[in-house]
Nanobody, 114 residues
Framework: QVQLVESGGGLVQPGGSLKLSCAAS????????MGWYRQAPGNEREQVAT???????NYADSVKGRFTISRDNAKNTVYLEMNSLKPEDTAVYYC????????WGQGTQVTVSS
């Protein structure tokens, strides 16, 4: 059974940094695309960043220059390094991976507040 487990969320002050990780287990293949999405209360889930197996990346305009997505294919893990965090980055962050089907993690809370 495929599982995606996120970690690294928490409470951080504005301007601070966090690094999220998402580790996949139960697979014997490489995901085509892995990515991070987020959902704030009252809002729809939105794409934050994605990365292909070849390393091509895509970012939402709201996070460009502040967030960096990376992946370790040998470890089946995707990361999201978040810098210069703003209160509007507060949300539950979800990992998503795609190979024939889409798989989602359970989410990790990121709260940016003073």
């Amino acid at each position: 059974q495929v599982q995606l487990v996120e970690s690294g969320g928490g409470l951080v002050q504005p301007g601070g940094s966090l690094k999220l990780s998402c580790a996949a287990s139960g697979i014997n293949f490489r995901f085509d695309v892995m990515g991070w999405y987020r959902q704030a209360p009252g809002n729809e889930r939105e794409q934050v960043a994605t990365i292909t197996s070849g390393g091509n990346t895509n970012y939402a305009d709201s996070v460009k220059g502040r967030f960096t997505i990376s992946r370790d294919n040998a470890k089946n893990t995707v990361y999201l390094e978040m810098n210069s965090l703003k209160p509007e980055d507060t949300a539950v962050y979800y990992c998503k991976a795609f190979f024939l089907s889409a798989y989602w993690g359970q989410g990790t809370q990121v709260t940016v507040s003073s």
